[in-house]
């Protein structure tokens, strides 16, 4: 089991920045990818960066690719979204999710814990 903790979301403009922090415990945090999904009112969850268990690889969504970066602390067990020039349509709700897949993955159904999500709003 890995429990996930977001946090860093708020309301911002657009323009701004904004790190998304999130935080893990209860099984090796070195052990699995993680990604970054997000949910906008009245969509469905989608896909926003991954990264490796290794760090070796990370992947963005075309739509925050070049303005948001994914990283990762293995001596503090969390997971790091730098988001730069937020823009409105990047309200949504934030959530990370640790899979045990070797290669960087886009899809929620291969990742099997998630976080309770942390609310980033942007207002133009």
């Known amino acids: 089991q890995v429990q996930l903790v977001e946090s860093g979301g708020g309301l911002v403009q657009a323009g701004d920045s904004l790190r998304l922090s999130c935080a893990a415990s209860?099984?090796?945090?070195?052990?699995?990818?993680m990604g970054w999904f997000r949910q906008a009112p009245g969509k469905e969850r989608e896909f926003v960066a991954a990264?490796?268990?290794?760090?070796?690889?990370?992947y963005y969504a075309d739509s925050v690719k070049g303005r948001f970066a994914i990283s990762r602390d293995y001596a503090k067990s969390t997971l790091y979204l730098q988001m730069n020039n937020l823009q409105p349509e990047d309200t949504a709700v934030y959530y990370c999710?640790?899979?045990?897949?070797?290669?960087?993955?886009?899809?929620?159904?291969?990742?099997?814990?998630w976080g309770q999500g942390t609310q980033v709003t942007v207002s133009s």
């Open positions: 209860g099984h090796t945090f070195s052990s699995y990818g």
């Open positions: 990264i490796t268990w290794s760090a070796d690889r990370t």
């Open positions: 999710a640790a899979t045990a897949q070797a290669r960087v993955t886009v899809y929620e159904r291969l990742y099997a814990f």
